[in-house]
T-cell receptor, first 113, second 110 residues
Framework: KAGVTQTPRYLIKTRGQQVTLSCSPI?????VSWYQQTPGQGLQFLFE???????NKGNFPGRFSGRQFSNSRSEMNVSTLELGDSALYLC????????????FGPGTRLTVL | QKEVEQNSGPLSVPEGAIASLNCTYS??????FFWYRQYSGKSPELIMF????GDKEDGRFTAQLNKASQYVSLLIRDSQPSDSATYLC??????????FGQGTILTVHP
């Protein structure tokens, strides 16, 4: 079974720009969660989507948004990029029911200059 | 108090020894707990999950959960140099949300 895929793997942007990251979950998984990982803050939860609905959200500003499509693929968008947005962005997929294991994709490394 | 706390290490053990990694959590209502391994430059890889008090074994790995003490641990038996990585403890906090500790760096030396 294919794993979680994320595109692109690397991105370099400048301050003020916006960026869209994509995540394709494992076949049959309906939940996609997004995380930001930085050396200082570690892994932090951004939001979770299930059946095209956002069910949970972390403590990030409104510049961070996401959506999910009917095929469970998900995108996250960051507008008005700041230097501090440089991070590894990870998505994880799961079945979406209680106490499910989450499986992570390889991540997108975003650098903001 | 952080929601999930781990000793950052580094924890160094000789090859063949038992590595013991510990994690405490603050929310007594937490139900499910996960251990991930992350190699440098890679994404987290799920090792174990546990939601019942007691031990759960999978190969060389044993997860232990004590809800009364709000404590989760991971034991790695017969540690190998390939086990050298950062180990992340995570607690599920609602739909699709895992709250992670800062991770423990484990080094297994030959």
């Amino acid at each position: 079974k294919a794993g979680v895929t994320q595109t692109p793997r690397y991105l370099i942007k400048t301050r003020g720009q916006q960026v869209t990251l994509s995540c394709s979950p494992i076949s049959g998984h309906r939940s996609v969660s997004w995380y930001q990982q930085t050396p200082g803050q570690g892994l932090q939860f951004l939001f979770e989507y299930f059946s095209e609905t956002q069910r949970n959200k972390g403590n990030f500003p409104g510049r961070f948004s996401g959506r999910q499509f009917s095929n469970s693929r998900s995108e996250m968008n960051v507008s008005t990029l700041e230097l501090g947005d440089s991070a590894l962005y990870l998505c994880a997929s799961s079945l979406g029911t209680n106490w499910n294991e989450q499986f992570f994709g390889p991540g997108t490394r975003l650098t903001v200059l | 108090q952080k929601e999930v706390e781990q000793n950052s290490g580094p924890l160094s053990v000789p090859e063949g020894a038992i590595a013991s990694l510990n994690c405490t959590y603050s929310d007594r209502g937490s139900q499910s707990f996960f251990w991930y391994r992350q190699y440098s430059g890679k994404s987290p890889e799920l090792i174990m999950f546990i939601y019942s008090n007691g031990d759960k074994e999978d190969g060389r790995f044993t997860a232990q959960l004590n809800k009364a003490s709000q404590y989760v641990s991971l034991l790695i038996r017969d540690s190998q140099p390939s086990d050298s990585a950062t180990y992340l403890c995570a607690v599920e906090k609602g739909y699709g949300k895992l709250t992670f500790g800062q991770g423990t760096i484990l080094t297994v030396h030959p």
